[in-house]
């Protein structure tokens, strides 16, 4: 499917939280506070990267990146998600194409690596990989991988921003 890629402009908030309620609605594995993430993470400021996919003119696909805190002191790290697609449109390769977008823009930034929390047999296509020396408390290791762009990768417990805890 081809879409128009380009940052989230003020008149796209309302539409990026329809895009992130539907497209976790019936979704396995999600309490349904994705939409209310998103919000508190632009509320903060720490919307690193906030991408939409647009199809005649209309917000289909949305995703975030925000900064990540590690335990060993390493910056220029991010944490990818929520990914966002309306179920009418995924499984087209919106998701793809939205997130090679958000991970070259984070390389432009000048981003170390991201992590992301999520289906390892999808987000291994794009390079990430459980790291056994980088870990989210909580979670199994299969489910929460990493991608680093430079030699080196942290070692410890990763925190996504407070932002994550939002409820509404």
Do not use: C
Request: glycine share 10%.
């Amino acid at each position: 499917m081809q879409a128009t890629i380009r940052d989230e402009r003020p008149g796209d908030i309302e539409p990026i939280e329809n895009v992130t309620v539907q497209a976790f609605l019936n979704a396995p594995h999600t309490d349904h506070r994705e939409q209310h993430i998103v919000r508190a993470l632009r509320e903060a400021g720490a919307l690193s990267v906030s991408l939409v996919a647009e199809t005649r003119g209309e917000v289909v696909a949305h995703v975030a990146a925000s900064p990540v805190t590690l335990s060993d002191g390493a910056t220029g790290w991010y944490g990818i998600g929520p990914v966002s697609v309306m179920p009418a449109h995924q499984r087209t390769g919106l998701g793809s194409q939205l997130m090679e977008a958000a991970l070259q823009r984070l390389q432009h930034l000048g981003a170390a690596g991201a992590v992301v929390l999520g289906d390892p047999a999808y987000y291994s296509r794009f390079g990430f990989k459980p790291e056994p020396e980088l870990v989210l408390p909580g979670v199994p290791a299969p489910y929460f991988q990493a991608l680093a762009w430079g030699d080196s990768l942290p070692r410890g417990e990763v925190a996504y921003h407070p932002a994550f805890n939002a409820t509404g």
